[in-house]
């Protein structure tokens, strides 16, 4: 087994599930962010409505997207795909929008499970296969 001087140890807690749906939190906050303008100017909402929901939805994204050391931190991340999509029903276009980014979401999601299985099991063989373990 790996003690805190292997290399490997540090290597064994990195979560490549959680960089990927981060950095997709990241770019949906960017993104949901620059649409409240777009939700006030071109869509006729009242700014009261907007700001609330176009600012809070990116505000959520940036602190879920801290939140992913933990499993409800994804679960969370499931539910602001779907208020993204719900923009859409102020702005069509966000359906648009936001089903991007509800897929890339799925995307990192499924591929950094998927991922962290498969190191999960190379680590395995590896203390299996190492005779200074």
Do not use: N
């Not at 050391?69 to 276009?93: I, K």
């Amino acid at each position: 087994m790996s003690d805190a001087s292997d290399p490997s140890s540090a290597e064994r807690q990195k979560s490549p599930r959680r960089g990927m749906c981060a950095a997709v939190l990241t770019l949906e906050a960017i993104a949901v962010g620059l649409s409240t303008p777009v939700l006030i100017a071109i869509s006729d909402i009242r700014p009261a409505v907007a700001l609330p929901l176009g600012l809070g939805l990116a505000v959520l994204c940036v602190l879920v997207a801290g939140m992913l050391r933990r499993e409800s931190g994804y679960y969370l991340g499931h539910a602001l795909q779907v208020g993204a999509v719900a923009l859409g029903f102020l702005a069509p276009l966000m359906f648009v929008v936001g089903g991007i980014f509800a897929l890339l979401w799925g995307t990192a999601y499924g591929l950094g499970r998927k991922i962290e299985r498969e190191r999960a099991e190379a680590f395995a063989a590896y203390d299996r296969s190492d005779p200074a373990a």
